[in-house]
């Protein structure tokens, strides 16, 4: 839930409520809805989200509407975009720095945001991470032949049927990508089709 692209050093634990709330009433409802239940929630948090009360209450709800789950306190364990190299990327991410410093008035992140965006390869431990984070939710699956991987962000949405299409693809494929979809905006109750490149 923090950890993705370079918004990470403004995400403080109001933001952290505010999101989980996002993801209970509308990413953990489309999944509770699914009409195939064969499948674990991995949830995955920064290392220091371990001991935070907000993960210890998300826990408990989780455990209350009976929703099988797994969280790992690793990082991302997939490649963030946001850090890959080159140029324009670099001075893209400075800019949305800058826009965070700006909307959050924490000014004194500048410079620390800043370094870390140009110095620091977030990617560079991606290896690492995948292989803590696979150690331990190993015992959840020792007894599956397949498993497919299915990423979706806190604040997304599935369709009742995408587990089952997502379960009946070929094992052989190497990604199923859903690309058409919806935005929703929760204040006004707008929904526009949303289906990036």
């Given at each position: 839930?923090?950890?993705?692209?370079?918004?990470?050093?403004f995400?403080?634990?109001?933001?952290?409520?505010?999101?989980?709330?996002i993801f209970?009433n509308?990413?953990?409802?489309s999944l509770?809805n699914?009409?195939?239940r064969?499948?674990?929630?991995?949830?995955?948090?920064r290392?220091?989200d371990e001991?935070n009360?907000?993960?210890?209450?998300?826990?408990?709800y989780?455990?209350s509407?009976?929703?099988e789950?797994?969280?790992?306190?690793?990082?991302l364990?997939?490649w963030?975009?946001?850090?890959s190299?080159g140029f324009?990327?670099?001075?893209?991410?400075c800019?949305r720095?800058?826009?965070?410093?700006?909307?959050?008035n924490?000014?004194?992140?500048?410079?620390p945001s800043?370094?870390?965006v140009?110095?620091?390869d977030?990617?560079?431990t991606?290896?690492?991470?995948i292989g803590k984070?696979v150690?331990?939710?190993?015992?959840y699956f020792?007894?599956?032949?397949i498993?497919?991987?299915t990423?979706?962000?806190?604040?997304?949405?599935?369709?009742k049927s995408a587990?089952?299409?997502?379960?009946s693809?070929?094992?052989?494929?190497?990604?199923?990508?859903?690309?058409?979809g919806?935005?929703y905006?929760?204040d006004?109750n707008?929904?526009?089709?949303y289906?990036p490149?």
């Amino acid at each position: 839930m923090r950890g993705v692209g370079v918004g990470d050093y403004f995400r403080d634990d109001k933001w952290y409520a505010e999101r989980i709330e996002i993801f209970k009433n509308y990413t953990l409802k489309s999944l509770i809805n699914q009409e195939n239940r064969n499948f674990a929630l991995w949830l995955t948090f920064r290392p220091v989200d371990e001991h935070n009360r907000l993960t210890k209450e998300l826990a408990d709800y989780l455990k209350s509407v009976k929703m099988e789950y797994v969280m790992t306190f690793d990082g991302l364990p997939y490649w963030d975009d946001k850090f890959s190299k080159g140029f324009k990327i670099k001075i893209k991410n400075c800019l949305r720095v800058l826009r965070g410093c700006f909307r959050n008035n924490k000014w004194n992140e500048l410079l620390p945001s800043i370094w870390k965006v140009l110095f620091k390869d977030k990617n560079s431990t991606l290896q690492e991470r995948i292989g803590k984070s696979v150690d331990k939710i190993k015992k959840y699956f020792s007894d599956v032949d397949i498993i497919y991987l299915t990423r979706i962000d806190s604040d997304d949405m599935f369709h009742k049927s995408a587990i089952k299409e997502i379960q009946s693809a070929p094992f052989e494929s190497e990604a199923l990508v859903f690309d058409k979809g919806y935005i929703y905006n929760k204040d006004t109750n707008q929904l526009a089709e949303y289906n990036p490149e």
